[in-house]
Every structure is written in structure tokens, then in C-alpha cells.
T-cell receptor, first 110, second 113 residues
Framework: RKEVEQDPGPFNVPEGATVAFNCTYSNSASQSFFWYRQDCRKEPKLLMSVYSSGNEDGRFTAQLNRASQYISLLIRDSKLSDSATYLCVVITGSARQLTFGSGTQLTVLP | EAGVTQSPTHLIKTRGQQVTLRCSPISGHTSVYWYQQALGLGLQFLLWYDEGEERNRGNFPPRFSGRQFPNYSSELNVNALELEDSALYLC????????????FGQGTRLTVV
């Protein structure tokens, strides 16, 4: 089993739709969680951290479920500019190793 | 504050050659990660260095190697290049006093012909 697994995608949604991605992690001792966004042929960039109580940034909501060991990203009112690959990242261990998921591709259609 | 810098940005090599890619982390970051991303594919973890030591290695052959210097900058070396090594090589750094998320450089785009 991979340490971090994401929805396989791709997700093709119309503008204005709500879309959700999940990401599961295998190590229950994982401490920190993030969502990154990667545009085509560019480097990944931090989208948002994921806090235990859940957090929101505009149209984006991130949630953490430690009991079931998954994190989620909800995008409301999708825009064309949201088209990208979304990667979840988990930090684990005293040395704080980063582990990336393989990414979920989102295409928002006009 | 300067971000993660990688050099060179683009590189063309022929099969069998060797290449060295360089990464300078954000000031104060002690961890450097290297990833390979072939066109249209996800990030493949190559190497992780922290405090000058190799902490973990991905599922790549030994001709992929690297090191981290006392100033925390890092090199990735690839020997005996093969066509399938053509990819975007990304470096990320993390750590420092808050030891939080990683930041990526813009990558080195390697083409092997």
C-alpha cells in the first residue's frame, strides 16, 4: 500500500460546480498535511495547509479526518483557472519526511 | 527572501553522458528533496537530504546519486544517461525553525537525445 494515495482522477467538471478530492495516508503518526497545486509544466505550489479543525480559504475548504486517515479538499464554484493537478502532502516522523501523493488532475470546462 | 533556486533551467545531453543538477534551498531550510517528473506523469521521489545526510531514497537505480553540502545546497548526479531520464527535475526545501511545508524550485528540464 502506498504511503499517500489520492483519487485517481481525472475530474472534468463544468464551471460553477463543486468538486472534492480525497487523499488517504497510511501512517497514523503523520503530523502535518498540505494541499499543493501544480499547473502544467510548472513546479507545485502550496495551496493550503490542512488543520485538525478544518480550514477554509475562499472557495477552498480542507478537512482532516485522523480516525479514518484521510484529508480532503473541496472546491466550490469552480473556475476555469482552477484547472490544475492537486497534490496532497503528508509530513511524518521525527525527521519530518514529506511524502507527496501522485496528484489528481482537475479540468474545469466552460 | 530568495526562494529555492535550481540550475540550470534547461539542459540537453546525449545518451551515456553524465549530468549534475544543482539546488539552493531557502535560507534556514535544512532538508532538500529531489523529484523526477516525466511529461504527463506525477512526481517520482528520488532523494531526501537533511542536515547533510541522505535520509531516504526512491526506487531509482544507483546511477542517480547526490549529496548535500554544509550550506545545505544539494547536487543531483545522473550517470550513463538514458532517453527515459528526460524529465523535469524538481528540488524542494523544507525545515528551519518552524519546520513546515516545502517550497519548490522551478526545476531543471533535462532532455536526453
Amino acid at each position: 500500500r502506498k504511503e499517500v494515495e489520492q483519487d485517481p482522477g481525472p475530474f472534468n467538471v463544468p464551471e460553477g460546480a463543486t468538486v472534492a478530492f480525497n487523499c488517504t495516508y497510511s501512517n497514523s503518526a503523520s503530523q502535518s498535511f498540505f494541499w499543493y497545486r501544480q499547473d502544467c509544466r510548472k513546479e507545485p505550489k502550496l495551496l493550503m495547509s490542512v488543520y485538525s479543525s478544518g480550514n477554509e480559504d475562499g472557495r477552498f475548504t480542507a478537512q482532516l479526518n485522523r480516525a479514518s486517515q484521510y484529508i480532503s479538499l473541496l472546491i466550490r464554484d469552480s473556475k476555469l483557472s482552477d484547472s490544475a493537478t492537486y497534490l496532497c502532502v503528508v509530513i511524518t516522523g521525527s525527521a519530518r519526511q514529506l511524502t507527496f501523493g501522485s496528484g489528481t488532475q482537475l479540468t474545469v470546462l466552460p | 527572501e530568495a526562494g529555492v533556486t535550481q540550475s540550470p533551467t534547461h539542459l540537453i545531453k546525449t545518451r551515456g553522458q553524465q549530468v549534475t543538477l544543482r539546488c539552493s534551498p531557502i535560507s534556514g531550510h535544512t532538508s532538500v528533496y529531489w523529484y523526477q517528473q516525466a511529461l504527463g506523469l506525477g512526481l517520482q521521489f528520488l532523494l531526501w537530504y537533511d542536515e547533510g545526510e541522505e535520509r531516504n531514497r526512491g526506487n531509482f537505480p544507483p546511477r542517480f546519486s547526490g549529496r548535500q553540502f554544509p550550506n545545505y545546497s544539494s547536487e543531483l548526479n545522473v550517470n550513463a544517461l538514458e532517453l527515459e531520464d528526460s524529465a523535469l527535475y524538481l528540488c524542494a526545501s523544507s525545515g528551519g525553525p518552524l519546520n513546515t511545508e516545502a517550497f519548490f524550485g522551478q526545476g531543471t528540464r533535462l532532455t536526453v537525445v
